[in-house]
Structure formats: structure tokens, C-alpha cells
């Protein structure tokens, strides 16, 4: 069995567009062959299910940086259809503004909070869409305006309370203590229970991907201008020099070839 872990925003999905039309018929192709597709992705668990619906498939997936396991039933009716694995966001709030001290709060600047222009411009994203990105149950999305110094002195914080700061594309997150990798892992080992033959491939193209990444059989990386390969310490990494859309298939394609998978 090959189940794929990925990324959407840049991976799959047109960076700027969010739009996948050029290989939509090719991650169908993908599924009638029988790979599973799991997204694990920073999105909203709204944002996946309208995704689910443009692909026309319902596919399983792990939604705000790990938070939320969804549908795996839709694999083995056996399986669960929700695992939770984050506090609400509210705990999340609570504990930030007790432990972090203010002045570092006030380094931190709520996207909630902010006007309705000033979050279009920051997810790109207008209308119905913006809304489901607020759509927040486990995470809270703001920007950082401090020195390294203060930053590394907050994620000493948080981490001392169990708490995350996971960095994506155009964000960073306040989160519980989880993450893509633990998800995935989660996922892994309740397939398991059924199918011992596995071979797991992960596409990411930022940094919260990483681990995720290189925690696969074979990790895949998405072009992104943001980073330097030679600065990537993964091993038996395949990349694209194309970005999404169309660097998504050619990274799955050389992925397969590798795991001598035909479809």
C-alpha cells in the first residue's frame, strides 16, 4: 500500500491561486489505482472538505498543523472518523496570556483581530474563503514583529507549556503540543492494524513540512524560492524545479518510479 502525506497551500495548490485544475485528473488516476491521499496541511478542516468537494472525492484528512484526524473511516470503516488530538483554542489563548510575559505578547499580532483588508492581503483570500481560513478550532494564526532573539525567547515559553509555534508560508500558528510528523505517525499506525505493507511518501514545501518530509519513505519537496536545497539535510530527497501545481505530480511521479509503483 503507498499512502501520500501532503501539503496543499504551495504544494498541491497554486500558491497565490489555490487552484489545481491542471492535475486534478491525475490525482484521480492516482486514487482509482489505489494510493491513498492524505492532506496534512495548516488549512481549516472546512477549507479540506471544500477541497474534497473541487476533487470530487472525499479524501481523509489531518487539518490545522495536526490538530484534527479526519475520516479515516472512508479507508477502513473500522477506523475512527475523528481523532482530536489538540486542546480547543481557547485553552491555547488562556495559557498565552498567562505564561507569556507582555511584552512578547504584545509582539504578537492576532490575524482574528485584524481588519477585513489587512486578512485579505495576508491569506489572500476574499469573501466565503476567508472566512473558513478564521475557521479556527485548535490553532491561532498572527504574525510576529520582534527580534530573533525575542522570538527564540517566546518559543522557550510556549514550549515550557506545552504549546508550539509552527512557522507555514504567510503565518505562524500558535498550537498545542502537535505537529504534521505526530499526525502522520498516528495515521501510520492505525493502517497498520490492517496492512503492515506500507510505504509512505510526504510532499511539504515550507518549513513545517519538513520533519513530515523526512520522516517518509520518500520525502518530496515542492519548488519554493524560499529555500536553498543545499541547506536541506534530508536524505534521498527528490525535489521539482517547478512550483505547484504541476511540481506536486512531478515529484509524485519520481516518487513511484522510485517505489516501482505504476498507475
Given at each position: ?184 505517525n498516528r495515521v501510520i499506525k492505525i493502517i497498520k ?60 511521479k519520481k516518487a513511484l518510479a522510485k517505489l516501482n509503483?505504476?498507475?
Amino acid at each position: 500500500m503507498v499512502v501520500i502525506f501532503t501539503d496543499l497551500d504551495g504544494s498541491l495548490l497554486h500558491r497565490d491561486t489555490f487552484k489545481f485544475d491542471s492535475i486534478k485528473d491525475y490525482i484521480k488516476s492516482l486514487i482509482d489505482s489505489g494510493i491513498i491521499i492524505i492532506p496534512n496541511s495548516s488549512k481549516t478542516g472546512v477549507e479540506i472538505e471544500k477541497f474534497n468537494e473541487e476533487l470530487g472525492i472525499e479524501l481523509p484528512f489531518i487539518s490545522e498543523n495536526g490538530s484534527l484526524i479526519q475520516g479515516l473511516n472512508l479507508i477502513n470503516r473500522n477506523f475512527p472518523n475523528k481523532i482530536i488530538l489538540s486542546r480547543q483554542k481557547e485553552e491555547l489563548i488562556k495559557i498565552f496570556d498567562t505564561k507569556v510575559p507582555e511584552k512578547l505578547r504584545n509582539k504578537c499580532f492576532l490575524i482574528s483581530k485584524m481588519d477585513k483588508k489587512k486578512q485579505e492581503e495576508i491569506f489572500g483570500q476574499k469573501g466565503d474563503q476567508l472566512k473558513d481560513v478564521l475557521n479556527r478550532n485548535y490553532t491561532l494564526p498572527f504574525l510576529f514583529y520582534g527580534e530573533k532573539t525575542e522570538k527564540n525567547k517566546l518559543l522557550k515559553i510556549l514550549n515550557s507549556n506545552s504549546l508550539t509555534l509552527q512557522e507555514g508560508g504567510r503565518v505562524s500558528n500558535l498550537c498545542d503540543n502537535v505537529n504534521k510528523i505526530k499526525s502522520m505517525n498516528r495515521v501510520i499506525k492505525i493502517i497498520k492494524k490492517t496492512e503492515q505493507k506500507i510505504k509512505t511518501i510526504a510532499v511539504g514545501d515550507n518549513y513545517n513540512d519538513l520533519d513530515m518530509i523526512k520522516n517518509s519513505d520518500v520525502p518530496c519537496l515542492v519548488f519554493n524560492d524560499q529555500f536553498k536545497l543545499d541547506q536541506i539535510n534530508i536524505d534521498n530527497l527528490i525535489f521539482s524545479n517547478q512550483p505547484s501545481p504541476e511540481g506536486w505530480a512531478d515529484v509524485i511521479k519520481k516518487a513511484l518510479a522510485k517505489l516501482n509503483y505504476n498507475v
